[in-house]
């Protein structure tokens, strides 16, 4: 896989807060994608970093932003959390073989 | 219509049989195909990917595509407790870059 990592694992938060994802992928893998992953669906595609520059986005409110660093590591923003924000936040970075794409641990996010 | 759709299941097989998950997309333009499994509470991993139509075999693993059909399958062969999962298909759209569209799991069961 391609040794990707997300902290913090678990996070709670109250409505109206502001939340910052972070996501480490294993050196050389520039490409970073983050989704959102409700309980019991697939995951929803947020956006997607490729040289510090949000190439991709999908169907996500302004207030998810993110940036990637010189390191391509990365950050995912939510402000002004609600409750139906509450989900799995996973980072994927593409792979060497073709289209692949590797997701990290995830970051459980509750919203109360 | 959902862009990739699976049946949810649950999809109860014995141990040592042959399970079959179904996929259907509806972007005629996809290139590339994906199955993910994921275990509760952890992050998809990826298990088979597929780019031609036909079948591709990884082991107890094989991959189906049939572009004409707009279908996706993923064939379990000897069938294992540890198996049992969530398998997620996933689509490249073909008019974007890396954008992956997932559909929402079939949960599949193996008895002892």
């Known amino acids: 896989d391609a040794g990707v990592t997300q902290s913090p694992t678990h996070l709670i938060k109250t409505r109206g807060q502001q939340v910052t994802l972070r996501c480490s992928p294993k050196s050389g893998h520039d490409t970073v994608s983050w989704y959102q992953q409700a309980l019991g669906q697939g995951p929803q595609f947020i956006f997607q970093?490729?040289?510090?520059?949000?190439?991709q986005r999908g169907n996500f409110p302004d207030r998810f932003s993110g940036h990637q660093f010189p390191n391509y590591s990365s950050e995912l923003n939510v402000n002004a959390l609600l409750l139906g924000d509450s989900a799995l936040y996973l980072c994927?970075?593409?792979?060497?073989?073709?289209?692949?794409?590797?997701f990290g641990p995830g970051t459980r996010l509750t919203v109360l | 219509q959902k862009e990739v759709e699976q049946n949810s299941g649950p999809l109860s097989v014995p141990e040592g049989a042959i399970a079959s998950l179904n996929c259907t997309y509806s972007?005629?333009?996809?290139?590339?195909f994906f199955w993910y499994r994921q275990y509760s509470g952890k992050s998809p991993e990826l298990i088979m990917f597929?780019?031609?139509?036909g079948d591709k075999e990884d082991g107890r693993f094989t991959a189906q595509l049939n572009k004409a059909s707009q279908y996706v399958s993923l064939l379990i062969r000897d069938s294992q407790p540890s198996d049992s999962a969530t398998y997620l298909c996933a689509v490249k759209s073909g008019s974007s870059a890396s954008k992956i569209i997932f559909g929402s799991g079939t949960r599949l069961s193996i008895r002892p």
């Open positions: 972007d005629r333009g996809s290139q590339s």
């Open positions: 597929i780019y031609s139509n």
């Open positions: 970093y490729y040289e510090e520059e949000e190439r």
């Open positions: 994927a970075c593409r792979g060497t073989r073709g289209d692949t794409q590797y």
